[in-house]
């Protein structure tokens, strides 16, 4: 058998496939509140100066509330895109595994922009990195359309759905690049990205108000 | 289709859901426990100092406990209102995401009141991110009821039930209130809210012996 | 009603309250980890400087691995115990979320222990910590046989099982006494102890071969 | 009963094995996120200073890497050989949980090789920790084979299977004998060896198209 055949092999339940995504979600969601860390104020006392470091912690807030928001519509759209699949096979356990690999990492470019939102090299790599997730989910989405597709769903999804998906690596992208004029411009970008595809498209006629089990 | 209309689409089922929930409620409830922390404790050698230095964290503990108990009421009470759904539709997946959002915030609030107790400020962010918490919830809790409630339990809800649920708003505001007089009312307000409601409102007759499923 | 019978209220699914317990078993669990960090060896360069401060941290490996083995014997009697109800009520909730609030704080005392191995209050708080622990794990088994047990499983229950699973308790007090005398004769008796009970007690005549669902 | 009679007892059901399994991989998976810090980068500003400090990291980021494929890999075997049995009882349960703590273990030798990549007793005992989780996988596999195999299944497994997994317990170990050379090479040999046991070996003639419940 050769070796990329050998990834076509396995009928896997997709029940711990999901019970592990949604583990891995979970925990990286809630990660992200470590880097609004109060370790550093040690020296603060009053409540002028609290108020002033909190405030100074702006940047952190708004990298934790985008982050949230991003993992949180990956969440949904990775449900959406399971329960068009019969069954799982090896090819898609491990496109699974790369992108929650990096959807794991999420937590690192967010404080890393929370860290240095002046620095534009910090804050367009929130922006490649989130280009990079969605790119990986495309890759995802589209295997199992292509191989997995549950009988009963074939025809009704959008043929041009994997096509439209690439808005979201484009607008993440086009972030990436503002973080070099004017860093503000990039968290409003980053903000406005997942508010585009905050409900996962319709299929085409007839899908609409089905189960999706 | 509306903007709005579309979040009225979707028929999920409420297994991902809980588990993705379950998981942000277990590791917000757990990662509270990391602000315990030891590290600065470096330079403690005979009994009477770690005894000395433990005593002054009792603050930390105290948050800690409060935060636990509080999280859990959330998510015995969160069991409660998806026990009440036949299925989920967008709009109810993104309130659930808003309120899991604030919720693995928790730790941030716990973590500043336990290290600046005698600070009104922090103490009484602490009370106005668990009123905020529990508005969401209230939300989601409201919208359940209008648009996804079972058909089997229309009629055995109390009908005043939403309005009742902000006794805990106005207590944990009048907690961050009190935190401007004296920190340790605060403390002892925030620690008696959560057991107002620490068993979910009854319904009204004949829903009592029915399994929640 | 009066304010204890409705605890006694509601027929909860075991589903979600297992997948709450299990995603804190297993986060507090791993957590451990976090207290083996490298962060305070920077200044570390030859292998044998290397191994001098890996060596050094004997005692965070022996606290981690007590605490894992510890945490997953209560994993696994947990769901034992949980297996002998016929479903959920509030105050077997309650008493639950009271025992997981506990099993979250592991990783404190464990990271005490590791920290101050010489100091005995360290030391001696880890025994009180786990005698803590297994008393409310004796409250909840004994809440679940007096009111939810299965009704196929009357008879079937060794009536004296509470009062030996007081032998733990003991055990860890003794570690905790022995702790002022020897920090390392409390780490024996606190690496012992979860091994008395590794097996759950096996049933009455007749329980043995049943699958415990 | 004697003692390691004891283990051959219990009818478990799967499904919190593979919860807290679960939830065990995804947290350790997760975790390894925490060792990309950016604490210590307090006083970088320039974006030059920035993207010196991160392509300083990259040690750290091939550990990340690594780390995480070695972890998918052994989650997606573990779904593999739980798939395997018919139910778990008490022995199973126990090399199961052995497993998960070494698994939980895995940021720790991670964080010490990306913080000393040049440290040859660093980048040595990962190998090691490696040849070690994969040890106690081997034994949790035959365990299942010799005793809780379902009856439906026997005969479809390779009876030279356990023969062959002992490969990459000695590629990890050639790795960490080739960290004493040379660090790099360390790095290639483990990367690669996760890579060999991709896609579970397939049972003999007859298994390939039967889905694995």
Redesign the interface.
Known sequence: ?SFFK??E?????LG?I???S?????????????D???DH??D????RE??GV?AGQAPKFFS??IS??II?KF??NH?HILGLAR?AN?GM??LN?IF??FQ??V??PT??MG??PG????VSLFGVAMAFNTLIFIALHAYILRNLLKPELAGTQDPHIIRKSFAGVVSYLAGAGAAWVHADLAFVIYGLTPLFF???P?GRAGA??????
Not at 22 to 34: K, S
Not at 208 to 213: H, L
């Open positions: 058998m050998r990834f092999r396995g009928q896997m339940r711990r999901e019970a592990f949604d583990g891995v979600f979970a925990v990286a969601a809630t990660l992200l509140v470590l609004l860390r109060v104020l040690a603060v006392h009053s409540v609290l108020g909190l934790w509330l949230f928001v949180g969440w949904l449900h069954h090896y356990v491990w595994l929650l690999m794991s990492l937590p690192f404080a890393l860290a240095f620095n534009p090299l910090a905050i409900v996962p319709p609409e108000g089905q189960p999706e089990t």
